[in-house]
């Protein structure tokens, strides 16, 4: 690490705003190229570097970088934007799953469906972290009980009450979506 850098992590570390400053501003319009590059989209790809930023600023006093500060943003931003690929590939598959499951909605209703798919995507995203991957897993991903058990290390009794408790909160949550969810669904007239 060169001495520019020491001097900038030592800052940020330390809290300066000015240190942050020069930092973001050295690195920022770089990080957006290359996250533009695994994206594939200029907006999503500043809106992670942002918040790769912000995750940095919060996190400061962990910061470690091995080999350099450069080195450390650019593999920040690279597991940023793979976790962001991850999250809209789940909620396509969100999306796919209700309209395999609600076939029969008509023309009419496709606004409403979409309401609701939003509305039971934003409920997911709400779930307690370890509660909401697992639903994801078992619903999403259809990945079984005993597999999610084996691939958390938890018990496939855990793996079963986590899911009954994000089912839990998606009926209480949803209640006021329930009738346009039972007419997409073609058992109301």
């Known amino acids: 690490m060169d001495s520019a850098e020491l001097s900038l992590l030592n800052g940020l570390k330390a809290g ?75 909620h396509q598959g969100h999306h796919l799953l209700l309209q395999r499951q609600v076939p029969s909605a008509e023309e009419g209703d496709a606004l409403e469906l979409l309401e609701l798919q939003e509305q039971i995507w934003q409920v997911v995203q709400r779930l307690p972290e370890q509660c909401r991957k697992i639903f994801q897993m078992s619903r999403f991903e259809q990945v079984k009980n005993p597999q999610i058990a084996q691939q958390l290390g938890l018990s496939v009794r855990t793996v079963e009450t986590q899911i009954s408790k994000a089912l839990k909160i998606l009926r209480r949550e949803l209640a006021d979506y329930l009738p346009l969810l039972l007419m997409a669904a073609g058992t109301l007239p």
């Open 16 to 90: 300066d705003e000015t240190a942050f400053e020069q930092l973001f501003h050295r690195y920022y319009p770089a990080l957006c190229v290359y996250a533009k590059r695994l994206l594939g989209e200029e907006g999503q790809a500043k809106e992670v570097v942002q918040e790769s930023f912000v995750r940095l600023y919060e996190r400061r006093q962990d910061v470690t970088p091995v080999t350099s500060l450069k080195s450390y943003l650019y593999r920040t931003v690279h597991n940023a934007c793979l976790n962001h690929l991850k999250q809209v590939k789940l």
